[in-house]
């Protein structure tokens, strides 16, 4: 049984104008489905949340050891859950200080949310340290990230490293 070929007018979305297209029955039928298919998958697509990294500059150093750390969300859309978020830095030196920033109202498709942070530190003891960084929001956490950082003994430093 052969399908006899069929012509459509299908209407363009620039213009308003219209092209006449011929397939038979199942080229439209498989044209339809893929055209759903692709429909549905772009409406139903879950927004990506972004990762956090976090590197130090120098990761190894002598005492007393000036580093400079920083945070930064990489992929991911702009969600609002990461905009304006509170960051804490865990030093593992028994120390921790905490960003928080006044940010204007997010307004989804127009707000672009900060993607990185940065914090200087002071280790006056040789040691190893892992630094966490964790970002919040309403005292949710919604990342974490840690780089360890080696302090070697400087001059004047009588730290035994363990």
């Given at each position: ?107 989804a498709g127009v707000t672009r949310i900060e993607r990185r942070f940065t914090a200087n530190h002071v280790f006056r003891k040789a040691g190893t340290y892992d630094v966490k960084v964790t970002m919040r929001r309403s005292n949710r956490p919604l990342a974490r990230s840690t780089v360890r950082i080696t302090v070697r ?10």
């Amino acid at each position: 049984m052969a399908f006899e070929p069929m012509s459509y007018n299908c209407p363009l979305a620039s213009g308003g104008r219209s092209e006449t297209l011929s397939m038979n029955r199942t080229t439209l039928a498989t044209f339809v489905l893929v055209t759903f298919a692709a429909a549905s998958a772009a409406g139903d697509a879950k927004p990506r949340k972004p990762r956090l990294d976090v590197r130090a500059t120098p990761r190894m150093t002598f005492s007393p050891a000036h580093v400079l750390l920083t945070a930064e969300l990489t992929g991911g859309d702009d969600l609002e859950d990461y905009h304006c978020p509170e960051i804490e830095w865990d030093w593992d030196d028994g120390g921790k200080s905490v960003h928080e920033a006044d940010c204007t109202p997010f307004e989804a498709g127009v707000t672009r949310i900060e993607r990185r942070f940065t914090a200087n530190h002071v280790f006056r003891k040789a040691g190893t340290y892992d630094v966490k960084v964790t970002m919040r929001r309403s005292n949710r956490p919604l990342a974490r990230s840690t780089v360890r950082i080696t302090v070697r003994p400087g001059l004047g430093d009588r730290t035994i490293e363990q």
